[in-house]
């Protein structure tokens, strides 16, 4: 059965630090997104993804984070000065139509020192 | 506004007994999911109900909306020790499909 996978599983970074997560959606989903979770709290929207542009993003996704489908597999997030309160578990999805399920990878968890 | 709110935030029942959980949005949608989240996993997705629908069945999970209420509930009939885990729904509010919103959860813990 097809998934999203997602590099690294662990990522540990100083302050300050850029850092690129990668994701890997399903092949032929054409609608990416990511999406943060801190430590007990909810799983919070960061940006969506399709025809490889930015279709929404949310107040959190500053001039900090970027996005990125470099070739036909793989979507990055970038965080270009890493922050402590950026340490969370970042979760890629991807989906083969807009109203229909996403399909979540394992996430990435980011610590920031 | 907060988008997809859950109750109750917690909810520990005896296995074989059934579970509900219940959400409620702001917006206009076009449709509501909802997830599973075993603790620090990924989110894995349980069933999607569309606004034109009321309710729908996958094994031993019941779904309903009311769209007028503006809210939803997840039934888990005959719950298991393995259903332990988060609930949560997410809806994709007026932007329609790009941009997803999550409540907070309902942790269940389901006793042997």
């Known amino acids: 059965e097809p998934e999203v996978t997602q590099t690294p599983s662990h990522q540990v970074t100083q302050m300050g630090q850029e850092v690129i997560l990668r994701c890997v959606p399903i092949s032929n989903h054409l609608y990416f997104y990511w999406y943060r979770q801190i430590l007990g709290q909810k799983v919070e929207f960061l940006v969506s993804?399709?025809?490889?542009?930015?279709?929404?993003k949310s107040e959190i996704f500053d001039d900090q984070f970027s996005v990125e489908r470099p070739d036909g597999s793989n979507f990055t997030l970038k965080i270009r000065s890493t922050k402590l309160e950026d340490s969370a578990m970042y979760f890629c999805?991807?989906?083969?139509?807009?109203?229909?399920?996403?399909?979540f990878g394992p996430g990435t968890r980011l610590t920031v020192l | 506004s907060q988008q997809g709110e859950e109750d109750p935030q917690a909810l520990s029942i005896q296995e074989g007994e059934n579970a509900t959980m219940n959400c409620s949005y702001k917006t206009s949608i076009n449709n509501l999911q909802w997830y599973r989240q075993n603790s620090g996993r990924g989110l894995v997705h349980l069933i999607l109900i569309r606004s034109n629908e009321r309710e729908k069945h996958s094994g031993r999970l019941r779904v309903t909306l009311d769209t007028s209420k503006k809210s939803s509930s997840l039934l888990i009939t005959a719950s298991r020790a393995a259903d332990t885990a988060s609930y949560f729904c997410a809806t994709d509010g007026s932007t329609g499909g790009f941009k997803t919103i999550f409540g907070a959860g309902t942790r269940l813990f389901v006793k042997a």
């Open positions: 999805a991807s989906s083969g139509l807009i109203d229909n399920e996403q399909f």
């Open positions: 993804f399709y025809n490889n542009e930015i279709s929404e």
